[in-house]
């Protein structure tokens, strides 16, 4: 039973980090069709800069919602300095085939996680380096027996369920989240109804990098900080996308819980080491059995 | 008309034969000039060359992406090690049976992810990269866990060294590897001018007409990508014969790099291939000769070859996507449309 | 008033439009008819600004309006139905509505409320299914939901594409009427593309008949209608 519990626990909190992770990458899939895998670099990219900034013995608060708003920063740059020209580009009509102008998007992330990567290592020295966290580690007790869950897990949950409940509101509430929406689902009826597509398709970079950010600064307390410490965020945060389904938002958070049950699981049940075994298994089963994920809804092609 | 055509195809098939011929003579002419460090250097080049072509037949002629080349060729590593080591196969045998093992391998990794559109490939790829390593520890007894299974090329024959003379350990690994390398060749070359070359460039350029066309877009994409699991597993198991196989072998960064060389050279471009391989095997050397001339710090070196290779291949996507070969193709384009001008049809 | 002159578009060096010049008078209905691939939806892709002319110049009052970008004409009072009632299906009815006047809810909050008002006065129907999915009205319904995103932007011109396409002739009718009652109340100008000559001849002041990217017959309404000469060459009944 405390196996279970610990599993489950555990799982929360981890799935809550994926959810984050997931819901990045369908941020920027659905507004700009491609599947950034940048994403985690720019996240570690940013979870250093909060580091050096503790490091100067600035707060742990004022360095968190400073990486929050450098990431934003970055996302929208990735964006404006890249993608955009490269995807409106005269030059790609050149390229006269329809695959390999949504190949070059993705080829264009892999160089920049490449040069993020390398950045830090040479900013940062590249060691592998410990990150704060804002509560203990240590495990919740009621009366003498400990529970199966830390204060720090709680945080994590806590953080991740505010900023999925502004997500909510922000896409359900207001104009710029309706005008988001829209905007993935058809640019050309959006544009039509006088929306500055291209500025929302940015907006969608940066709140994508903020909560890529955010899954940074809640993780690394755990793993610890270097170059290449989030690749594997990004793979399981991809794999929680499809299961969920890429085109669905809540489907992308439910992915990453979802992943966050079957890791722990498997880690508590099994063995550490089979974590990426079940992945693997995990994802090539969602792809066999439900390829548009679980909440995603099936392409629908004109011809 | 069709007499026309099989000409053309003979003249197409012998162009080919002469290409990977002179591909060989020339990649033995340039390791007499080298010592067994660049050598064995460019016995990997010819052996990752194989597996840059099965990239550029993957993007190039159907446009879908794969992160994970460097996972296949474990598969067709870890395939050809255990024939050799458990079953007493002979080198050259556990090859040839390698490719059909990475074969199959592709063929249930495609069915999984190749026959959907969009990013399924390229992620279930990358998973499958990531998760090479904890399946060699998982199966410790079987795959030799972290350190691997020790295999190699053993020594020479003796009718080869009586036939050249005396030859390096490194020179005998490079004849091991370039006769596949040019069969691998003869055969990219040559497919790209057959109906299913065809087939598979209308599906990369628009999968909507192609279908019209009555092409099963699917099935072309799960082929294209089992034919290229075959040659990216060949690579493999060549890449594991220089002494291991074991995941340090096949780390992630391989399939990126694979995927670097395939794109600065152009996806669409044998000659690319060639060139990109080149670069991504070589630059890490010229940057390590630059750095220790300049004397940089050693943190910062060790990430020179990323920063060159990550920068290489942004340039690349911006200022001409279509690759260094695309460049080329671009000036023959004109040069030919300047004569068919001046020669007035 | 809109003046279209010598515009010229062309996709991989096909003229779609080739040297169109008309004008269409503000607060009536102007529509262009032609059979299938005259250029008709390409004119007004044109003039919206999806597509870009190769040459030309299309005027609205003073403005120019070519290469200007889509969002600043639909801010400047142009609003297009476009072909094929497109209305995004994922969203509600009402946040469809919402999206159309989405660009103009800080500067006339007031305003908007009552567009969105007018909207839901003048398709009833649209109110009852507010909550609904797009996907899920009928095809004559989806056309008044396009519609109504584009006049909840409060247009001057109102550029139609189609609106009777793959609609049951009655409630084509309706659409059409609904339409030209609008024009004749609220000072609207509206360019109506038309397959069917009839239905829109009929409410129309002026019509403009394509062929192959050309201006052929530019005349009121009613001479249109009564020249059977060119209605046998370019329309075939």
């Not at chain 1, 610890?224 to 299961?243: E, K, Q, R």
């Not at chain 3, 403009?208 to 050309?214: M, N, Q, R």
């Amino acid at each position: 039973m405390t196996s279970f519990l610990t599993a489950f626990f555990s799982g929360t909190a981890q799935g809550a980090i994926y959810a984050l992770v997931s819901l990045g990458l369908v941020l920027v899939w659905r507004g700009a069709g491609v599947v950034n895998f940048a994403q985690m670099g720019q996240a570690m990219f940013t979870t250093y800069i909060a580091s050096q900034l503790i490091q100067h013995d600035y707060s742990y608060w004022s360095a968190f919602v400073v990486a929050l708003f450098s990431g934003a920063v970055l996302g929208a740059l990735v964006d404006l300095g890249l993608m955009r020209p490269l995807t409106s580009r005269k030059n790609l009509k050149s390229l006269n085939s329809e695959s390999m102008r949504t190949a070059i998007p993705v080829i264009a992330s892999l160089g920049i996680l490449g040069i993020l990567k390398s950045l830090a290592g040479i900013f940062w020295a590249g060691e592998e380096r410990g990150f704060p966290s804002p509560i203990e580690p240590t495990a919740i007790k009621i009366g003498s027996t400990n529970l199966a869950i830390t204060g720090f897990d709680l945080f994590v949950i806590g953080v991740v369920f505010l900023a999925l409940g502004l997500t909510t509101i922000f896409f359900t509430r207001t104009g710029v989240g309706l005008a988001m929406r829209a905007s993935a689902l058809n640019p050309e009826v959006t544009r039509l109804s006088g929306i500055k597509v291209g500025s929302v398709r940015t907006l969608g970079w940066a709140i994508s990098g903020t909560v890529s950010s955010l899954a940074g600064l809640l993780v690394t307390p755990r793993t610890n900080l270097s170059p290449n410490t989030l690749d594997l965020l990004l793979i399981i945060g991809f794999t929680a996308a499809v299961v969920g389904g890429l085109t669905s938002l809540a489907g992308s958070v439910l992915g990453g819980f979802i992943l966050g049950y079957v890791i722990s699981f498997v880690s508590v049940y099994s063995a550490p080491e089979n974590v990426f075994i079940a992945i693997l298994i995990f994802l090539l089963l969602a792809l066999f059995l439900r390829p548009q994920g679980i909440l995603g809804s099936k392409e629908v092609r004109r011809v | 008309m069709s007499k026309s055509i099989s000409l053309k195809h003979k003249v197409i098939g012998r162009r080919s034969t002469l290409l990977a011929i002179l591909l060989f003579l020339f990649f033995i002419a340039l390791s007499k000039q080298f010592d067994p460090y660049n050598q064995a250097q460019l016995a990997n080049i010819a052996t990752l060359l194989i597996a840059v072509l099965s990239i550029t037949l993957l993007t190039g002629a159907s446009g879908q992406i794969s992160l994970g080349q460097g996972a296949i060729m474990a598969v067709g590593g870890y395939a050809s090690a255990l024939l050799v080591t458990r079953l007493g196969y002979s080198m050259w045998l556990s090859f040839i049976l390698a490719i059909f093992v990475s074969a199959l391998f592709g063929l249930f990794l495609g069915l999984a992810a190749a026959r959907l559109s969009g990013p399924y490939l390229a992620g279930t790829t990358l998973v499958m990269a990531l998760a090479i390593p904890s399946i060699a520890v998982r199966f410790e007894p079987f795959f030799g866990g972290d350190v691997g299974i020790n295999v190699d090329y053993g020594n020479p024959p003796r009718w080869l060294t009586s036939f050249v003379g005396k030859i390096s350990i490194e020179e005998w690994s490079l004849y091991v590897v370039l006769p596949f390398t040019a069969l691998a060749l003869f055969a990219v070359l040559n497919l790209s001018n057959t109906r299913a070359g065809r087939t598979w460039r209308a599906v990369r350029d628009n999968e909507v007409s192609a279908a019209l066309a009555g092409i099963n877009i699917g099935r072309t994409k799960v082929i294209v990508f089992v034919c290229a699991s075959g040659l990216a597993g060949l690579a493999g198991a060549l890449y594991g014969f220089r002494g291991l196989v074991g995941p340090s072998v096949y780390p992630t960064d391989l399939s990126l790099t694979l995927l670097t060389a395939a794109v600065i050279g152009g996806l669409r471009s044998i000659g690319g291939a060639i060139f990109g391989t080149f670069t991504v095997v070589f630059l890490p050397d010229l940057i390590e000769r630059i750095t220790s001339t300049f004397e940089v710090p050693g943190a910062i070196a060790n990430y020179l070859p990323g920063l060159a290779i990550g920068t290489l291949l942004l340039l690349t996507v911006i200022l001409n996507p279509s690759g260094a070969a695309g460049l080329n193709e671009r000036i023959h384009h004109r040069i030919k449309k300047t004569i068919s001008k001046s020669g007035g049809h | 008033m809109l003046v279209v002159t010598d515009l010229v578009t062309e996709f991989s060096s096909v003229k779609a439009l080739d040297g169109i010049t008309f004008k269409a008078k503000a607060g009536l209905i102007t529509t262009v008819i032609g059979a299938n691939g005259a250029g008709k939806s390409t004119l007004l892709r044109t003039i919206s600004g999806l597509e870009k002319p190769t040459s030309g110049s299309v005027k609205w009052f003073d403005h120019e309006l070519t290469g200007k970008s889509v969002e600043a004409i639909v801010r400047g009072g142009i609003a297009q139905v476009p072909e094929g009632h497109a209305v995004i299906s994922q969203l509600s009815v009402a946040e469809n509505i919402e999206l159309g006047g989405l660009f103009r809810k800080r500067s006339h909050k007031g305003d908007l409320v009552r567009a969105k008002r007018e909207v839901f006065e003048l398709f009833p129907i649209l109110f009852e299914r507010r909550d609904q999915q797009a996907g899920s009205l009928s095809g004559g319904e989806r056309q008044m939901l396009a519609i109504s995103r584009a006049l909840v932007s409060r247009p001057k011109l109102l550029l139609l594409d189609e609106p009777s396409l793959g609609l049951a002739p009655l409630i084509a009718a309706q659409i059409i009427n609904i339409i030209n009652e609008l024009c004749r109340s609220t000072g609207l100008t509206v360019l109506l593309v038309e397959q069917n000559a009839n239905t829109a001849l009929a409410v129309a002041d002026h019509g403009i008949l394509l062929s192959l990217g050309k201006v052929v017959a530019n005349l009121p309404a009613d001479e249109l209608i009564a020249d059977s000469s060119l209605r046998a060459a370019y329309l075939g009944y």
